[in-house]
């Protein structure tokens, strides 16, 4: 089992320990009831949404969406039925009341703004708030080939967008990076695995007494944060 699938299972059994209450059938992160919009994808499925983007996006992204599409699992039961919206919470991003894209929205949200990013590239610029190894890791992104094209959205904020990079040939794992509106770009996390397992020790943190205080909360945030990044 990779890495990431070994986290999420560690997240769906902690909400489940935590009483977390899932979707509604009426409801989801689209907007309203939606049968096209599946709380999981297959790896099939995840090919045809994916046509109009001219990379292949991190596989640990592609094995995430098979594990919840803009959401994540209660639980490990297998006899319990994951094609409910009931059985799975919606995915929120650190800090942020924004939810992680469904993938369908995703390459909507890409196809829309991928003409005016390659027009734009030249104006990016690498934020001020990175260390050294953040830094390499940018400017190295910056001077690839593509580089505007390869930017993927997997969520939004009212500042700018969340994006991996994807990649001719498939990468493991890619950067969490912050395009902001001025397009200035800065690192988040140095993979989404790394995310989710700051994520697993936040939740599970909080089930422990006392509870932590904001602090503690940040510092788990920042190991991760900072922890050593592959190349993209």
């Known amino acids: 089992m990779s890495t990431i699938n070994s986290v999420i299972d560690k997240i769906a059994i902690l909400a489940e320990q935590s009483g977390y209450i899932g979707f509604l059938e009426d409801w989801s992160v689209c907007g309203g009831y939606n049968p096209d919009y599946l709380p999981k994808l297959s790896f099939e499925q995840i090919q045809e949404l994916t046509q109009k983007y001219p990379f292949n996006l991190p596989l640990e992204l592609c094995e995430l969406y098979q594990r919840g599409n803009s959401c994540l699992p209660i639980g490990v039961n297998p006899k319990k039925n994951w094609d409910s919206f009931d059985s799975y919470f919606p995915f929120e991003f650190p800090f942020e009341d924004d939810v992680f894209f469904p993938l369908g929205e995703a390459i909507n949200t890409y196809c829309s703004i991928a003409s005016w990013l ?11 708030k990175t260390n050294n190894c953040q830094q390499k890791v940018l400017a190295s992104l910056l001077n690839s080939n593509n580089f505007s094209s390869r930017l993927f959205p997997i969520s939004s904020t009212e500042n700018g967008l969340y994006v991996v990079v994807g990649n001719k040939k498939q990468q493991e794992k890619s950067p969490i990076l912050f395009l902001w509106e001025d ?13 989710m397992l700051g994520m697993a020790e936040v939740m599970e943190r909080k089930m422990q007494s006392p509870k932590p205080n904001g602090y503690e909360i940040e510092a788990i945030w920042h190991k991760y944060a900072v922890a050593e990044s592959g190349n993209p």
């Open 118 to 128: 390659k027009k734009n590239e030249h104006k990016l610029q690498l934020s001020r």
């Open 183 to 195: 397009l200035v770009i800065s690192m988040e996390w140095p993979s989404l695995t790394c995310m």
